[in-house]
Antibody
Framework: QITLKESGPTLVKPTQTLTLTCAFS??????????VGWIRQPPGRALEWLAL???????RLRPSLRTRFSVTKDTSKNQVVLTMTDMDPIDTATYYC?????????????WGQGILVTVSS | DIQMTQSPSSVSASVGDRVTITCRAR??????LAWYQQKPGKAPKLLIN???TLQSGVPSRFSGSGSGTDFTLTINNLQPEDFATYYC?????????FGQGTKVEIK
């Protein structure tokens, strides 16, 4: 059974750094073809892809956010970490992590439940 | 970025109806398109990949078609559990981009 779960703070102040952790089970990020991505959704709005890291350490970041975001993996813990600097109220959203299979394109077949992060002073 | 445009933004339908949702890409994406279903407060669920390949466990009343720039998600015999918001996503190139969503509401 494949599961993913996001964790981290649900309230951050503007300019602070946000670190979100995705803990997953049922698959490994050492397996060829596997990746974990991050997608966010502002309240009442559409989905926005943020970042993705593959089994071979290839990292992809949303170009417009590249200077603020980073993504890392810890295969021993089955975790992927998204770090976002200089948070702004516009970053308020539900953040999801999800699994992708490279050869199937960049669709996401299993998702975490999401974590709502509010940016406010 | 490849812009994805869905239409309509919302549709009212009754149980048993057929619903068609369209997704258009600004440039060709071949068949690299996925469809998701999202219910309020829940994560999206992958329904279709590769424009027309149904994910395991997805009811056969869902179908996808299209290639190039124009794609369609069809729901036949709409069921109560199908009332949700549907998103398309191009999986052709980075960054992956989503449509703005289509809400299927109860008439």
């Amino acid at each position: 059974q494949i599961t993913l779960k996001e964790s981290g703070p649900t309230l951050v102040k503007p300019t602070q750094t946000l670190t979100l952790t995705c803990a997953f089970s049922g698959f490994s990020l050492t397996t060829n073809d596997v990746g974990v991505g991050w997608i966010r959704q502002p309240p009442g709005r559409a989905l926005e892809w943020l970042a993705l890291i593959y089994w071979d350490d290839d990292e992809r970041l949303r170009p417009s956010l590249r200077t603020r975001f980073s993504v890392t993996k810890d295969t021993s813990k089955n975790q992927v970490v998204l770090t976002m600097t200089d948070m702004d109220p516009i970053d308020t959203a539900t953040y999801y992590c999800a699994r992708t299979i490279y050869s199937s394109g960049n669709s996401f077949d299993f998702w975490g439940q999401g974590i709502l992060v509010t940016v406010s002073s | 970025d490849i812009q994805m445009t869905q239409s309509p933004s919302s549709v009212s339908a009754s149980v048993g109806d057929r619903v068609t949702i369209t997704c258009r890409a600004r440039q060709t994406i071949n068949s690299w398109l996925a469809w998701y279903q999202q219910k309020p407060g829940k994560a999206p669920k992958l329904l279709i990949n590769g424009a027309s390949t149904l994910q395991s466990g997805v009811p056969s009343r869902f179908s996808g078609s299209g290639s190039g720039t124009d794609f369609t998600l069809t729901i036949n015999n709409l069921q109560p559990e199908d009332f949700a918001t549907y998103y398309c996503q191009q999986t052709y190139t980075f960054p992956p981009t989503f449509g703005q969503g289509t809400k299927v509401e109860i008439k």
